[in-house]
């Protein structure tokens, strides 16, 4: 079973693009912490969902900075980039995907903005009256006060537990 599962945060914004069939792909990166002291370090990891998922409402909060826990299928390829050094790149087909963090934002605010989307004014807070506190209601009687206390069954020394 090739499953790999891991916390981080998104190191830039989600990319959605469409393959020529019209199936989406959302990409993003994901950067994973290792170690402690000096020998501290980070990988980043190449993240995919593709169909339904990279459609729905999710894309819209992979936003850079937000903290993710994801699992999914692990593959590493090596590559020779435009300089021709070889490079390896980790990928990972996302089976499943939780927002566990707030955006680390000034505005301190839990959820991210779509962009392109304008934000509504804020809404007034008006104070309405508070009714007045309904009685407390009074503990019923105890329906067992007047039944004769309870005594046990004798004793039986040949139970055979």
């Not at 090739?2 to 945060?9: A, I, K, L, P």
């Not at 435009?82 to 089976?95: H, M």
């Not at 007034?124 to 209601?137: C, K, L």
């Not at 009074?138 to 007047?146: I, K, L, V, W």
């Amino acid at each position: 079973m090739n499953m790999y599962t891991f916390t981080g945060r998104l190191g830039r914004d989600q990319e959605t693009r469409y393959t020529q069939s019209g199936m989406a792909i959302c990409s993003f990166t994901v950067a994973v912490d290792y170690g402690f002291g000096d020998n501290k370090g980070t990988n980043w990891v190449r993240c995919s969902l593709f169909g339904k998922r990279a459609e729905g409402r999710l894309p819209g909060y992979l936003l850079k900075g937000t903290q993710v826990a994801i699992s999914g299928e692990l593959r590493v390829r090596e590559y020779d980039d435009k300089d021709g050094n070889r490079r390896t790149s980790i990928d990972l087909s996302v089976n499943e995907l939780d927002l566990i963090g707030g955006r680390n934002d000034q505005s301190g605010g839990s959820y991210p903005q779509q962009s392109g989307r304008q934000q509504a004014p804020p809404q007034q807070q008006h104070t309405q009256p508070q009714p007045a506190a309904a009685p407390q209601p009074q503990p019923a009687e105890d329906p067992f006060a007047n039944t004769p206390d309870f005594t046990p069954p004798p004793a039986d020394d040949d139970i055979p537990f």
